[in-house]
């Protein structure tokens, strides 16, 4: 079956745009978490989506938002862009929180390839 | 947030060698994830563990969770090229929002 799916893979932006980035998770999933990857800060949670819901935020500042769409793909958003925000931005869907699951469900992430943003 | 401190955060080795990577934390997690990631692409997993003092054999890797769940390791015997890659290990309490650590750069020259 077809894995998740980001949305450009390499963009560059200058300070103060914005910049949007899209998720299309695997067939099933509706939960879907995005991450931040830098070299000094490794992977950084930025928050989780389920059903059209945030279930779960990480500590970023409200510049970072994101919404999901009732087929559950994911759109993340950041404003007012910095210098700092220069990362791989990774989307992952997983079967959490869905009743195909199971009790069993550890919460397996399956990550897509990764947007790779450069704020110069 | 529970912080995971991976160790060592590099390592270079030769093909043929073994090596261990270390995950600690001082938080008790349900369940803890490896993760393999090569350049360019996203983080794989290769095994997730939740019982305390479980032991899961991959071929030729091998993962422990420990007694306290609060740490665990990845060994690989006779390393090969291919086992090129960062190592990420990942805790989760209840299945929620996983927390990742720096993880390991492993190289490994023919």
């Known amino acids: 079956k077809a894995g998740v799916t980001q949305t450009p893979r390499y963009l560059i932006k200058t300070r103060g745009q914005q910049v949007t980035l899209s998720c299309s998770p695997i067939?099933?999933?509706?939960?879907v978490s995005w991450y931040q990857q830098t070299p000094g800060q490794g992977l950084q949670f930025l928050f989780e989506?389920?059903?059209?819901?945030?279930?779960n935020k990480g500590n970023f500042p409200g510049r970072f938002s994101g919404r999901q769409f009732s087929n559950s793909r994911s759109e993340m958003n950041v404003s007012t862009l910095e210098l700092g925000d220069s990362a791989l931005y990774l989307c992952?869907?997983?079967?959490?929180?869905?009743?195909?699951?199971?009790?069993?469900?550890?919460?397996?992430?399956?990550f897509g390839e990764g947007s790779r943003l450069t704020v110069l | 947030t529970q912080l995971l401190e991976q160790s060592p955060q590099f390592l270079s080795i030769q093909e043929g060698e073994n090596l261990t990577v270390y995950c600690n934390s001082s938080?008790?997690?349900?369940?803890l994830q490896w993760y393999r990631q090569e350049p360019g692409e996203g983080p794989v997993l290769l095994v997730t563990?939740?019982?305390?003092?479980e032991v899961k054999k991959l071929k030729r890797l091998t993962f422990q969770f420990g007694d306290a769940r609060k740490d665990s390791s990845l060994h690989i015997t006779a390393a090969q090229p291919g086992d090129t890659g960062l190592y990420l290990c990942?805790?989760?309490?209840?299945?929620?929002?996983?927390?990742f650590g720096k993880g390991t750069s492993l190289l490994v020259t023919p």
């Open positions: 989506y389920f059903s059209e819901t945030q279930r």
């Open positions: 563990v939740v019982t305390g003092g």
């Open positions: 067939s099933g999933h509706r939960s």
């Open positions: 990942a805790g989760s309490n209840s299945g929620y929002a996983l927390n």
């Open positions: 992952a869907s997983s079967l959490l929180g869905s009743r195909l699951a199971g009790l069993a469900n550890t919460g397996e992430l399956f």
């Open positions: 938080s008790v997690f349900s369940s």
